[in-house]
């Protein structure tokens, strides 16, 4: 899960992650900072989006409870995902 979060809200307390960038779809340049021990990516910095940074919520403490804020890659989405999303519509915690 990821949250699209403003960019001057994020605040790394321990290490400097590593990073590598590549040519997003928009062929903008999205830079992946991840960490250089494990390498869990932590969040990204996309230039389509310059003030903006997505965070890898289920890294963070809490972050399980965070809600998601936007769907990234929709383009993507397989086609079952609407279905899963419509079968949990009433259900106790049938959030996505």
Known sequence: ???????????????????????????????????????????????????KVIVRTLLLDGGDAMPATGEIFAEGRLGWVRDLQDGLKGQPNGTM
Do not use: W
Not at 21 to 29: D, E
Not at 30 to 42: A, E, M, W
């Open 1 to 51: 899960c990821n949250q699209i979060i403003p960019k001057e809200d994020l605040r790394i307390f321990r290490g400097v992650p590593k990073v590598y960038v590549y040519t997003g779809t928009s062929g903008k340049n999205v830079n992946c900072y991840y960490c250089g021990n494990c390498t869990s990516h932590v969040y990204h910095y996309q230039d389509a989006m310059p003030d």
